[in-house]
């Protein structure tokens, strides 16, 4: 037999299709962030990049800092 298939159902899967779309936006707005964050910190000079991180919360430094290793190859103070 099929299962009978109710409004409640129907309303159930849709607010939790909307909030599973809701959390992948959200996702995708903080890494496209992160990135253009870590473009603008490359096209400052190693002093002020240096000053800027600092002002940051320490595991954002510690990720962005890796973000840029990873992608750009620069290290502390741009050296």
Excluded: N
Aim: net charge positive; proline share 3%.
């Amino acid at each position: 037999m099929l299962a009978a298939i109710t409004l409640t159902s129907i309303i159930l899967w849709g607010i939790c299709l909307l909030l599973a779309v809701g959390v992948a936006w959200t996702r995708y707005e903080k890494k496209k962030t992160r990135e253009k964050f870590i473009a603008e910190l490359l096209a400052m000079d190693p002093d002020r990049r240096e000053k800027v991180l600092s002002r940051l919360r320490p595991d954002v430094q510690t990720d962005l800092r890796q973000g840029l290793m990873e992608r750009y190859r620069i290290g502390q103070g741009g050296r």
